[in-house]
Nanobody, 116 residues
C-alpha cells in the first residue's frame, strides 16, 4: 500500500507564488517518475510537470519558466514551486507517483485558486 499526501494549496493573487509538496509513504522500494497534474472545472486532467528519479524534467508549455519541479529521493517527496501565478492556473492539483513493483498512485488533490 502506498499513500501520497499533498499540501500547500490555497488562494493567491495573480502574480503570486505557492509551493506544493507531496510525500509518498508506505511499501516503497523506489519511485520512478513523480509528477503534478491539474484539473480545472469542465476540463480534462493535464500534466503540469514531471521529474524522473534521475532528475530529468518536463513541463507543460503553459507553465514553462514559471513553475519548477524538484524532488527529494531520500524523503520520497516531490515539490512544485509555482511563481507568476495566473487565474488560468486555478485547478485541483494532483500528485502522481510511479512506484517500482507497486504501480501508479495518485494523491487526493489540493485546490489552487488564483484570484484577486
Amino acid at each position: 500500500q502506498v499513500q501520497l499526501v499533498e499540501s500547500g494549496g490555497g488562494l493567491v493573487q495573480p502574480g503570486g507564488s505557492l509551493r506544493l509538496s507531496c510525500a509518498a509513504s508506505g511499501s516503497i522500494f523506489s519511485i520512478n517518475a513523480m509528477g503534478w497534474y491539474r484539473q480545472a472545472p469542465g476540463k480534462e486532467r493535464e500534466l503540469v510537470a514531471r521529474i524522473t528519479s534521475g532528475g530529468s524534467t518536463n513541463y507543460a508549455d503553459s507553465v514553462k519558466g514559471r513553475f519548477t519541479i524538484t524532488r527529494d529521493n531520500a524523503k520520497n517527496t516531490v515539490y512544485l514551486q509555482m511563481n507568476g501565478l495566473k487565474p488560468e492556473d486555478t485547478a485541483i492539483y494532483y500528485c502522481n507517483a510511479i512506484v517500482v513493483m507497486r504501480g501508479n498512485y495518485w494523491g487526493q488533490g489540493t485546490q489552487v485558486t488564483v484570484s484577486s
